[in-house]
């Protein structure tokens, strides 16, 4: 199936509350115990000193995870929409581990002018994070040359996201389980998220042709693809 791209940000209110009001907690249980894994087999514990970002925090579903999960960090979500990041603040706001989130603070950057970021950022990520953000982006080198600047030598990268599916039956019959649970928007959302999504050897072609053969591509089930490594 052809790549369609969709709009990188996610700014429309509707679109932003359907997202939010959707229950996606599995999966980002899911995300955290995978990079915990991952940690621990490199022999990597963090602590007060290291910095955690989350790119396309969105409204901060898996930022507050992170927060959690590693309660001496410092955490940052990064998000492109204002209506995302008001969003994750109020979400952070009324949270029931309020207390637990003080670890964690919201930037609004689109990830292609990080570059003017960085000073809000200051110091070296030891995690950089994103879940369900590379699909959004249209050309794969503005997610690369990101995630190449904010990276030092002791940045391990996580990034999860859709793997396109291999043809538009298969779309549509991702779309309609997904009708099952959720609206009609955020069932939109996701079909053309499917279609926007890039596949496993588009990925792979892209990092070994970019000099980033330092980041390995990992297909998780059928659905889903993880970049993960050193940059
Ligand atoms: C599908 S949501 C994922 C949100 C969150 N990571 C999660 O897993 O719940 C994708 C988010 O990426 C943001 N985004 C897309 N392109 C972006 C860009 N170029 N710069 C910053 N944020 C971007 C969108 O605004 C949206 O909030």
Same mark, same amino acid.
């Given at each position: 199936?052809?790549?369609?791209?969709?709009?990188?940000?996610?700014?429309?209110?509707?679109?932003?509350?359907?997202?939010?009001?959707?229950?996606?907690?599995?999966?980002?249980?899911? !995300?955290?115990?995978?990079?915990?894994?991952?940690?621990?087999?490199?022999?990597?514990?963090?602590?007060?000193?290291? !910095?955690?970002?989350?790119?396309?925090?969105?409204?901060?579903?898996?930022?507050?995870?992170?927060? %959690?999960?590693?309660?001496?960090?410092?955490?940052?979500?990064?998000?492109?929409?204002?209506?995302? =990041? !008001?969003?994750?603040?109020?979400?952070?706001? %009324?949270?029931?581990?309020?207390?637990?989130?003080?670890?964690?603070?919201?930037?609004?950057?689109?990830?292609?002018?990080?570059?003017?970021?960085?000073?809000?950022?200051?110091?070296?990520?030891?995690?950089?994070?994103?879940?369900?953000? =590379?699909?959004?982006?249209?050309?794969?080198?503005?997610?690369?040359?990101?995630?190449?600047?904010?990276?030092?030598?002791?940045?391990?990268?996580?990034?999860?996201? !859709?793997?396109?599916?291999?043809?538009?039956?298969?779309?549509?019959?991702?779309?309609?389980?997904?009708?099952?649970?959720?609206?009609?928007?955020?069932?939109?959302?996701?079909?053309?998220?499917?279609?926007?999504?890039?596949?496993?050897?588009?990925?792979?072609?892209?990092?070994?042709?970019?000099?980033?053969?330092?980041?390995?591509?990992?297909?998780?089930?059928?659905?889903?693809? =993880?970049?993960?490594?050193?940059?």
């Amino acid at each position: 199936m052809e790549r369609i791209p969709e709009p990188e940000l996610m700014e429309k209110k509707d679109q932003v509350i359907s997202y939010d009001e959707a229950d996606f907690s599995e999966g980002e249980v899911n !995300l955290i115990n995978q990079i915990n894994h991952y940690l621990l087999r490199k022999n990597i514990s963090l602590g007060e000193k290291d !910095l955690i970002v989350d790119l396309g925090c969105g409204p901060g579903n898996i930022s507050e995870k992170l927060a %959690i999960k590693w309660a001496n960090t410092e955490v940052v979500g990064i998000d492109g929409s204002k209506e995302m =990041i !008001l969003r994750a603040e109020y979400n952070k706001n %009324i949270s029931q581990n309020k207390k637990k989130l003080k670890n964690l603070r919201y930037i609004c950057s689109d990830i292609k002018n990080i570059k003017s970021t960085n000073f809000l950022i200051n110091r070296d990520i030891s995690l950089l994070v994103s879940n369900s953000l =590379i699909h959004h982006i249209t050309n794969l080198e503005d997610f690369f040359n990101t995630i190449k600047s904010l990276s030092s030598n002791i940045t391990v990268n996580f990034h999860k996201d !859709l793997k396109r599916p291999l043809d538009e039956k298969s779309a549509l019959e991702l779309k309609a389980q997904c009708s099952t649970k959720y609206n009609e928007i955020l069932t939109n959302d996701y079909y053309a998220s499917l279609r926007a999504s890039y596949t496993f050897k588009e990925l792979k072609k892209f990092t070994s042709e970019n000099d980033l053969s330092s980041l390995d591509v990992f297909e998780d089930g059928d659905k889903y693809l =993880i970049v993960y490594g050193n940059v």
